[in-house]
C-alpha cells in the first residue's frame, strides 16, 4: 500500500525546509546529490549538504543548497529543458516541470503577461530547481503515494526582490494558493512564511486536508530564518488508518480516491426565496463542497425547499450552526457518506480569442473530459464581444485537441503536468 503523508507547516514551508522534512524522514541525502548531478551540473558548481540542527528546543534537519550561478532570467521553456535533459525518472520530470507550469501561470497573471513571456528570476535560479526537482525525487523514492498537508501561515511585512520591494505574502504565492483553493491562517508573526516554491510545491502536489493515519515516522525540516519560534515543518508519514479508504497516488494511475464526507440537510418553507443566494454563498466561504436546493412539498400541501450541502466531515459543526444561524430552519439533518471522486486538474489551452484554463478529468489513466472554465470564456468573450458560446466551444476544443485526444503522450506522463484539486 502506498505511504501516506501528512505535511504540518506551523512556520511555513519553503523548498530547502520539504528537502529537509524528506531527507529527516529517511530519505539519504546522497540520493539528493545523486538528483543534482542527474540535471548535468558540474560538480564544482553546486553543494549539498545536511546539517541537523536545534530550532529552539526542537532538532531538525537543515539542506543548504549552495549553487554557484549569477543572476537567473530563465523562462519557462529553458527551466522544462533543464529538467527534460536530467537522467530522473519520467514521473519525477512531470511533477517537477508541473510545479513550474504552475509557477509560471501565477507569475503571468501577477505580471499581466503571457505563461510563455514569464521571466523566472529568484524560482528560475538553479537552487530553486534543485529544491523542486528534488522535493518530486524524495517524494518518488520514499514512495509517498499521497500528500496532505495543513492550513498555511502567512505572514505580513515587506520583501526586496527583482521586480523591487513587494508586501507579503508575495503576489505570486497568494496567486498559487488561491489557484488551488488552499486553507491559510494567521501566522506566528511577521515574515515571508511560505515562498513561491513551496506554495507551488503544495498546490501542485498537495491536498489541504488532515488524513485518517497510522503514524510510522516524522521527519523534521529547518528553514534558513531564525523567528522567535522554532522554524521548521513536520512530515508525518504512515498508512492510511482505514483499509477501505484508497489514497489517490500522485500523479499515477489509481482512478479514484475514496473520501468520507458529511451532508447536511434541512427543509424550509417560510423564508424568501432571494435569501438563498447569500445563504449559499456563505455556506461555500465557511468550506462547503457544494450546495443545493430541491423544491419539495410538506405538511398542508405547503411548497418549500430542501436545502442541501455536502462538506468535509470536519467542518458539520461550523456549517450546521451556519444554517441555523442565517436561515429559518429548526432543525438540520446530517448523514455521513463515502465519496469516490475522480482525479482532475487545471490546465491552460490558447484559442483565437485568448488563453482559457480548461479542467481536465481522469478515469483511472485516461483522460477523458476537458470542461473550459466559465469565468474565462466569459472574460474572453466580453473582450471580444462575441457569443459566450463561441468561445465555450473553441476553448473545449483545444482543450479535447491537446489533452484528451493526446491518449498515450497523457497517460505516459509526458503532459505538461496535472494537479489534485479540492473535492468540488
Same mark, same amino acid.
Given at each position: ?32 546529490? !545523486? ?32 549553487? !554557484? ?89 515587506? !520583501? ?19 489557484? !488551488? ?43 534558513? &530564518? ?73 405538511? &398542508? ?57 480548461? &479542467? ?65
Amino acid at each position: 500500500m502506498p505511504t501516506l503523508a501528512y505535511l504540518d507547516t506551523p512556520s511555513g514551508i519553503s523548498g530547502d525546509i520539504f528537502l529537509g522534512c524528506l531527507v529527516d524522514a529517511g530519505w539519504p541525502v546522497e540520493r539528493l546529490r !545523486a538528483v543534482v548531478e542527474s540535471l548535468y551540473m558540474p560538480a564544482e558548481s553546486w553543494d549539498v549538504r545536511a546539517e541537523e540542527v536545534m530550532c529552539g528546543p526542537l532538532r531538525a534537519t537543515l539542506l543548504h543548497v549552495n549553487v !554557484a550561478e549569477g543572476d537567473a532570467h530563465r523562462h519557462l521553456s529553458d527551466v522544462r529543458a533543464i529538467i527534460e535533459a536530467g537522467n530522473l525518472p519520467t514521473l519525477v520530470k512531470k511533477r517537477a516541470i508541473a510545479v513550474f507550469t504552475r509557477l509560471a501561470e501565477a507569475e503571468a497573471k501577477v505580471h499581466g503577461s503571457s505563461v510563455d513571456e514569464v521571466h523566472f528570476h529568484e524560482v528560475g535560479a538553479l537552487d530553486a530547481i534543485v529544491d523542486i526537482v528534488g522535493v518530486c525525487a524524495g517524494l518518488y523514492e520514499l514512495k509517498i503515494g499521497q500528500l496532505h498537508a495543513s492550513p498555511l501561515p502567512l505572514g505580513h511585512g515587506w !520583501a526586496n526582490t527583482m521586480h523591487g520591494k513587494i508586501p507579503l505574502p508575495a503576489p505570486a504565492t497568494l496567486e498559487l494558493l488561491a489557484a !488551488a483553493n488552499a486553507p491559510t491562517r494567521p501566522a506566528p508573526g511577521p515574515g515571508e512564511l511560505v515562498t513561491p516554491t513551496g506554495a507551488a510545491l503544495l498546490a501542485e502536489l498537495a491536498l489541504f486536508s488532515q488524513p485518517t493515519m497510522r503514524l510510522e515516522r516524522i521527519g523534521l525540516g529547518a528553514g534558513q &530564518k531564525q523567528f522567535e519560534w522554532p522554524n521548521v515543518a513536520r512530515l508525518w508519514l504512515g498508512e492510511p488508518l482505514d483499509a477501505a479508504r484508497t489514497p489517490l497516488t500522485i500523479g499515477a494511475d489509481q482512478p479514484v480516491e475514496a473520501v468520507e464526507v458529511v451532508a447536511l440537510e434541512t427543509n424550509i418553507d417560510n423564508m424568501a426565496p432571494e435569501l438563498y443566494g447569500a445563504v449559499s454563498d456563505r455556506l461555500f466561504a465557511a468550506g462547503a463542497l457544494d450546495v443545493w436546493t430541491t423544491p419539495i412539498g410538506m405538511k &398542508k400541501n405547503r411548497p418549500a425547499i430542501l436545502l442541501s450541502v455536502l462538506a468535509p466531515t470536519d467542518l458539520e459543526d461550523a456549517l450546521a450552526t451556519l444554517l441555523l444561524r442565517e436561515t429559518t430552519t429548526l432543525g438540520v439533518r446530517v448523514q455521513t457518506l463515502r465519496r469516490h471522486v475522480a482525479r482532475r486538474a487545471i490546465r491552460t489551452v490558447r484559442t483565437v480569442y485568448g488563453e482559457a484554463r480548461v &479542467k481536465l478529468k481522469w478515469v483511472g489513466a485516461e483522460v477523458v473530459g476537458a470542461s473550459p472554465e466559465y469565468e474565462d470564456c466569459r472574460r474572453l468573450a466580453d473582450a471580444a464581444d462575441v457569443p459566450i458560446r463561441l468561445v465555450y466551444d473553441a476553448v473545449h476544443a483545444a482543450g479535447n485537441r491537446e489533452f484528451v485526444q493526446a491518449g498515450e503522450e497523457v497517460r505516459e506522463g509526458r503532459s505538461e503536468g496535472e494537479r489534485v484539486l479540492p473535492n468540488p
